[in-house]
């Protein structure tokens, strides 16, 4: 599994949607991306990845394509 | 045909996300406007306001923003909303009177200064505080990364709510209202002192839980609101 197949995991399994639905997904777009959604998603890729986000980066992570450039901050090869 | 407007002012610490399933089950009607606090959820990055002034002058000036004078428009406020929204139609809306105000987990102006004052308390006594009726979520109480992240705009908008004045001088609203309200969180006679604000019908409709009743019960306060709202036009 890629680290982009990874990522986007985390986002399916956080918030139970499908892989297209992630894609394009903006923080409060929907019902379980709110605080606490926000909360677990966070948690999840810093277990996947082993990393420990910034504050400034949880508070920026707002969206799926916003989350991927954050990763690449933390040297995580995010190409297909 | 343009859909009526509902513009949706969330609870101290809240975010426009509250709202999320109540737009999404009335989206075909109405179009619902869920406003964020200027530092907090999509608006995290913008500083907190001065105070409650700032705070309603913000909220007032993007429904007006968004505002088609074209179609009746309703306010929904939720707990602290609901103060937020009273004070942005006494002050700001003269020309532009809501067609319903919606109100939920608040009691009336004149009752609020009998708030317990907890924004000063240390951030694990305030904890403590919202916690007896709901106001942070388990996982996130224990989750201190997360809190030092969640607590200052919560802590920020009681100071609001503690600094909040009611001026005794105010006109009574035209417009319906409907107030939404559990007996576990607020007590029915100050809730039915809400009768002394309009000049218009009041509605009272009770649920069951705590402050965050809404949760779980979009559906029906959905459908309370679809009701009223065609009724107006």
New interface residues.
């Given amino acids: 599994m890629t680290n982009l197949e990874k990522y986007t995991k985390a986002f399916t399994e956080s918030f139970e949607i499908t892989a297209d639905e992630a894609k394009g997904l903006a923080?409060?777009a929907?019902?379980a991306?709110?605080?606490?959604g926000h909360?677990?998603l966070?948690?999840t890729l810093e277990e996947t990845f082993d990393i420990m986000m910034e504050?400034d980066d949880?508070?920026?992570f707002?969206s799926y394509e916003r989350g991927i450039e954050i990763m690449r901050k933390y040297d995580i090869n995010m190409e297909e | 045909m343009r859909k009526p407007q509902l513009f949706c002012i969330t609870y101290a610490g809240g975010t426009a996300d509250f709202f999320s399933k109540i737009r999404d089950i009335l989206a075909e009607d109405i179009e619902v406007y869920a406003l964020e606090y200027a530092g907090h959820g999509t608006r995290k990055r913008e500083a907190f306001y001065e105070n409650f002034d700032a705070m309603a002058e913000d909220m007032a000036a993007i429904i007006r923003a968004q505002r088609n004078k074209e179609v009746p428009y309703m306010l929904f406020g939720y707990s602290m909303g609901t103060l937020v929204a009273f004070e942005v139609v006494k002050r700001y809306m003269e020309d532009d009177l809501p067609d319903h105000f919606f109100l939920a987990a608040h009691e009336p102006p004149h009752l609020s200064a009998a708030r317990k004052k907890i924004s000063a308390l240390s951030d694990e006594e305030f904890v403590e505080e919202i916690a007896k009726f709901g106001g942070i979520d388990e996982r996130m109480r224990k989750n201190k990364r997360f809190l030092q992240i969640f607590l200052p705009p919560m802590k920020n908008d009681y100071r609001y709510l503690e600094e909040y004045k009611w001026d005794y001088n105010y006109e009574k609203m035209m417009c319906d209202l409907t107030c939404f309200y559990s007996a576990e969180d607020t007590n029915i006679e100050n809730i039915r002192q809400w009768e002394y604000y309009t000049n218009a019908c009041v509605d009272f409709v009770e649920f069951m839980g705590n402050h965050f009743f809404l949760k779980g019960n979009e559906t029906e306060i959905s459908n309370r609101i679809k009701q009223c709202i065609y009724k107006e036009m």
Avoid: K, R
Avoid at chain 1, 33 to 36: K, M
């Fill in positions: 923080y409060q929907i019902s991306w709110d605080s606490v909360m677990d966070i948690a504050t949880i508070i920026d707002n």
